[in-house]
């Protein structure tokens, strides 16, 4: 039996757990997704993403349970995760879509924007596509399209309501919708699956993360819709996270959530004092 020191991701708990010797020898590539059920650790229940080399790489929060066998229900994740991703470049993907440009796309696709990518490389085109569709998984509407320079000077009152953007440049932003001072999140997100060598282990954690962006973000739209009488804070908004998806978020991150909760789920935010000033 191999030896894990697991920590739990909400509480800071930590434990060694054993787990079979075979769950790891086969995980050449990816993450082995390891459930921990309430009582192994601590009282809290969650995913950790373990790698080859016994090196816990992430954990995961879900609103799930995993009834399955661990190590039959981490195979049949790892398999998806190679079938999902096998058509996509980590190279082209790196070297086509720059962090800063990546940061950029991933807010606007978080509140909804339709984004237009001036572009010539159409061999490129459909890993832009593929790898935010992916990373998406239906939780978020993925909205882009190419075009020209010429194509789109001589049409962009069309594309009025759009993102646009030059290599990482970002051309047309109504209502300033990319705010530089506001994206701490996304560069988060990025920064951990550009880190990532090996492409599945990155989209893993990826997807997890943007996971979680949608889970809270509902969350607090479903909230909001009910508490329209009453006065809402920042620190009411984040305890209430904290008890429904057992994570303590900071104010940043409510940020973010806010805005996709005003502009994605269209909820309107109460304009009260602890909520105006992150909107």
């Given at each position: 039996m191999a030896k894990l020191e697991i920590r739990c991701p909400v509480?800071?708990?930590?434990?060694?757990?054993?787990?079979?010797?075979?769950a790891t020898k086969n995980v050449k590539k990816g993450l082995l997704a390891v459930n921990i059920a309430p009582g192994m650790v601590c009282d809290h229940s969650f995913i950790a993403y373990v790698d080859k080399n016994l090196i816990v790489r992430d954990c995961f929060i879900a609103d799930f349970k995993i009834e399955a066998p661990e190590t039959e229900i981490s195979q049949k994740n790892e398999k998806n995760a190679f079938l999902d991703a096998g058509s996509l470049n980590?190279?082209?993907?790196?070297?086509?879509i720059p962090e800063k440009l990546m940061v950029s796309i991933f807010r606007g696709i978080f509140l909804g924007r339709k984004i237009i990518l001036i572009s010539k490389d159409q061999f490129i085109h459909d890993q832009i596509i593929n790898f935010f569709g992916y990373a998406m998984q239906d939780l978020f509407d993925v909205n882009i399209i190419f075009m020209s320079e010429a194509i789109y000077l001589k049409t962009k009152n069309v594309y009025d309501e759009y993102l646009v953007f030059k290599n990482s440049i970002i051309i047309h932003n109504k209502n300033k919708v990319i705010d530089s001072k506001k994206l701490s999140v996304e560069k988060h997100i990025v920064k951990k699956f550009l880190a990532e060598y090996d492409l599945a282990t990155g989209l893993i954690i990826l997807k997890n993360e943007i996971q979680k962006v949608f889970e809270f973000s509902k969350e607090l739209a479903e909230y909001i819709k009910c508490s329209q009488n009453e006065k809402l804070t920042s620190k009411i908004l984040m305890d209430h996270i904290y008890e429904k998806k057992n994570e303590r978020i900071q104010k940043n991150h409510l940020t973010l959530l806010l805005d996709i909760v005003n502009y994605n789920f269209k909820v309107e935010i109460p304009k009260k004092v602890g909520v105006t000033n992150f909107l």
């Open positions: 509480c800071a708990k930590w434990e060694y757990i054993e787990i079979l010797d075979d980590f190279d082209l993907i790196k070297l086509n």
